[in-house]
């Protein structure tokens, strides 16, 4: 291993330097993939995490968070929380102070939360409020993705949130998925994953960014995956576990990154929509992988000034 990294998925480079900062005076992985991931939680330019995240189709905002320590695969997480503005610490307090459980849902998440004296926030935006209604209007770009070209099962699934919202009489009024992936000076490898899921989800929805092996896999015996993206695609294909499996069998991150989504493309899906996932090895390998061209992951070491977009590899 020759230092910190840090990379993650599209927009992380809001939390990145702030993870950087913590690795370069070894801090631990698991501070830095936090820190890094509230930083993108606070972002209210963002509305796929966070404060500011896109809706259900109540109109209420539903967060899912988790962090996978690579040496022990001890799991953290949260699913459908709703009025915390930072679901990553939340996942991390269920880590540490919760061990006899790895994920916890909804009210019972939100009761933690409030044991462990988190503090509540409207998370709902007038920005995001508006977006919630303009964006169900027919468009060529994806639901959840990066700024990604529509496919045909995007306009699929906006019709049937349509549906959805129109039956929930929901209230008046650059996206996607997070991942933070990050090595620290001691070797240690954890990845993390913060969302406000598909916008328009039906409630209650819980997406591959809280389950281990779908959206998010540490193994320090051969690094660590997370994905982004049309999450019910990678939680029946395993994808971050799929991922981290063909790096144990030698593939290079951007290879195994391929492979993955390869065989979520052979899964029937009517919605299917854009996939995309990224890997870390504990040497401080990387790599990247989409389906679609011009997408890019971020890479961030102890010498870098700021993040440097890498390309992914395309399937």
Known sequence: ??????????????GLPAA??????????????????????????????????????QGVVE??????????????????VKAFPNPISIARAVLERLPQHSLLVGAGAELFAEENGFTRAELLTEESKKLFVSALQPS?????????????GDELYRQAALELVNRFAPHDGPWGTINILAL?????LVVGVSTSGYPWKYPGRVGDSALPGAGN?????????????RGELSMRALGARGIVADLARGLDPSAACLAMLADAATLP?????????LALTPDGRHGAAASQSGSVYAVMTETSTEPELHPRSVL
Do not use: K, W
Request: glycine share 16%; proline share 2%; net charge negative.
């Open 269 to 277: 899906d009517d919605y299917r929509a854009e996939l995309r996932c």
């Open 63 to 80: 967060l899912d968070a988790s962090l996978m320590v690579g040496s022990t695969r001890a799991f953290g997480a949260v699913g459908a």
């Open 20 to 57: 950087m900062e913590i690795l370069a005076r070894g801090g631990s992985a698991l501070d830095a993939v936090e820190a890094g991931l509230r930083r993108c939680e606070d972002n209210l330019d963002d509305h796929y995490v966070g404060t500011g995240g896109l809706p259900n189709a």
């Open 217 to 229: 896999y540490a193994d320090l015996r051969y690094g660590g995956a997370a994905c982004t993206g």
């Open 184 to 188: 620290d000076l001691s070797g240690e």
């Open 140 to 152: 060529g770009e994806s639901v959840e993705g990066e700024q990604t070209d529509a496919q045909a």
């Open 1 to 14: 291993m020759s230092g910190p990294i840090v990379i993650g998925s599209e927009r992380s480079e809001a």
